[in-house]
């Protein structure tokens, strides 16, 4: 709205002067055209101004709401999706909304994160999280490409400890029925989500 009322000003302003400009004789000097200069590149910082500050409302808005339906945890908020799809779907779609397919950096986080995606889509769901070893087998990194520091791997697995999957199986999960537990899937496999959003 305030950015509409600001355009508005803007057309007001502009229709005045070209009036001004009809009505009043061809006798300007220098002087008042760099005045007039002067004071056009200042009306045009202060649109600029209020542009940005609109923009960044409106992001601290969205962001609120998302942690109004979702949780916040250790400076970020989380939100978790239902809606079973592949991981790179699922990575397309928190890109859309903002942020990136989230992970823990620590285990209270992690702890914490696996209570919400129990409370929110199940205690024994499978949820995807932001980290894969795509590019460089054995070397797990997050959505940013940094290598990840906190692992939570299901060390007591089976058949095996995890991650047990090779090359075919390149991202992560936490699962709900393995206590919030990291196990390694096919990329490919439908799950729900949980997007990340750091708090600005």
């Given at each position: 709205m305030a950015f509409r009322g600001v355009c508005m000003l803007l057309g007001v302003l502009l229709l005045v002067d070209c009036s001004f400009q009809q009505v009043q004789p061809r006798r300007r000097t220098v002087k008042k055209d760099k005045t007039k200069n002067v004071a056009i590149e200042q009306l045009q910082k202060q649109i600029d101004n209020i542009v940005q500050e609109l923009n960044l409302l409106k992001e601290r808005q969205a962001l609120q709401t998302i942690c109004l339906k979702g949780m916040k945890i250790h400076g970020?908020?989380?939100?978790?999706?239902?809606?079973?799809?592949?991981?790179?779907?699922?990575?397309?779609?928190?890109?859309n909304l903002g942020g990136i397919l989230g992970v823990a950096a620590s285990s209270d986080e992690n702890e914490q994160l696996g209570d919400y995606l129990r409370q929110s889509i199940?205690?024994?769901a499978q949820v995807w999280l932001g980290v894969n070893d795509m590019l460089n087998e054995g070397t797990w990194v997050d959505q940013t490409g940094l290598t990840?520091?906190?692992?939570?791997?299901?060390?007591?697995?089976?058949?095996?400890?995890?991650?047990d999957g090779g090359k075919a199986q390149n991202c992560v999960v936490l699962s709900?029925?393995?206590?919030g537990k990291w196990l390694d899937e096919a990329c490919r496999e439908e799950r729900p989500s949980v997007c990340q959003f750091n708090i600005v």
């Open positions: 970020k908020c989380y939100l978790a999706d239902p809606v079973k799809k592949g991981y790179h779907a699922a990575s397309e779609d928190c890109n199940g205690p024994d990840i520091t906190f692992k939570n791997w299901d060390a007591s697995g089976s058949p095996s400890p995890q991650p709900g029925a393995a206590g």
